[in-house]
């Protein structure tokens, strides 16, 4: 990438968002004051989460949800303050013009690449798609793609598996009919019909039938049932829920969730061998002192119920580790509870007494 084309990348980065949901996380951006992403990225849910590199993570409400385009709008509840906002571009596009794509592919931070638009009208279905090359991957759905101006030209929506970089986006101009739909509804929440086209108000859907040509809609279903954990990760759910802790916040899948507690990350994970670790990296080994480092760990671990010391190559973990068979309401709450209480009094001795490191967190989110 040359050094135009990242500072314009730079100026564009606030702009970026990441959006996060049980099923997974995508991309979008903000564009006249909403957030713009794709339909399959939401999920079908009402509220899902959202950050920037300027705002932290909180809840957004999908207020637009249309699956005829693989479009969705976020409302933000904290101002959308961006220095630079990216504008649309409805100027026609051509085969050969240069490309950028801005996303978060696996939930990788501000991913940047760039392309050339490989053909610029493919029809898909009855939808007419920007065809390019730069390489985007799970997670860059909903990004923007920009041109040389840094100006949006299209919405990264999907690309074709085991392809050399096969990359398809909206165009701008679908995207901007479809913000002017929308405002002129003037409600908050509103669908869009796939068989008939229509714009939706949900008030008016009667057993997630449309009310304009009697196709079922199953986004309006999804949309009412919402999100509905069940067994083990329902537990899980409603133990962090009576220790106080925000649940759709800190969920990060269906069966991950990350919270902190000060300066302390806690991480719970539910694995297919139904083994719940719910984990917290306190430190890195120092160079020195680490016999009595050693020690210390060995001796608490003696005297510790439910948690445990542990060691992964140099992170030093506080761990509450239990089978899904075993796990209730009562004893996951008591480990938990203890969990959040004793990690940062832990982590603030180790590093104090040991001089032990600060942990390093990797940058999914």
Not at 96 to 105: K, M, N, Q, R, T
Not at 211 to 232: F, I, M, S
Not at 248 to 267: K, P
Request: net charge negative; hydrophobic share 35%.
């Amino acid at each position: 990438m040359n050094l135009a084309t990242q500072k314009m990348v730079e100026r564009t980065i606030e702009s970026i968002v990441q959006v996060t949901t049980p099923y997974g996380s995508g991309s979008g951006f903000v564009c006249e004051g909403i957030i713009v992403t794709n339909s399959h990225v939401v999920g079908g849910l009402k509220e899902v989460l959202i950050s920037t590199e300027t705002l932290p993570k909180t809840i957004g409400t999908v207020v637009y949800d249309d699956p005829a385009y693989d479009l969705a709008f976020i409302r933000s509840p904290l101002p959308l303050v961006c220095e630079h906002p990216l504008a649309l571009s409805l100027e026609q596009v051509h085969d050969g013009d240069s490309v950028i794509a801005i996303g978060h592919p696996y939930g990788l931070n501000y991913s940047t690449t760039e392309g050339i638009v490989s053909k610029a009208a493919r029809l898909q279905g009855e939808v007419e798609y920007i065809q390019f090359d730069a390489a985007i991957n799970p997670g860059n759905s909903g990004g923007p793609l920009l041109n040389e101006n840094t100006e949006v030209i299209g919405v990264n929506t999907f690309i074709i598996q085991n392809s050399n970089n096969l990359g398809f986006a909206l165009p701008a101009y679908l995207l901007h009919e479809a913000l002017g739909q929308f405002k002129a509804e003037r409600a908050e929440n509103v669908i869009r019909c796939v068989s008939c086209k229509n714009l939706i108000r949900e008030e008016t859907i009667r057993n997630d039938y449309c009310p304009k040509c009697g196709t079922k809609l199953e986004v309006a279903k999804r949309r009412r049932e919402g999100y509905k954990p069940t067994g083990v990760v329902a537990l899980v759910e409603t133990i962090l829920e009576n220790l106080g802790i925000n649940v759709t916040l800190s969920r990060r899948s269906q069966r991950s969730w990350r919270s902190e507690t000060g300066a302390t990350r806690i991480d719970i994970n539910y694995y297919d061998n139904g083994i719940v670790i719910a984990d917290s990296p306190l430190c890195r080994i120092p160079q020195e002192n680490i016999n009595e480092l050693y020690d210390f760990l060995l001796a608490e671990n003696g005297l510790l119920q439910r948690l445990q010391f542990s060691i992964n190559e140099n992170t030093i973990f506080l761990s509450y580790i239990v089978v899904d068979s075993s796990l209730t309401l009562r004893h996951g709450s008591e480990a938990l509870e203890k969990l959040y209480r004793e990690a940062p009094r832990y982590q603030k001795l180790l590093i104090e007494r040991f001089k032990a490191l600060e942990p390093k967190y990797d940058e999914f989110e």
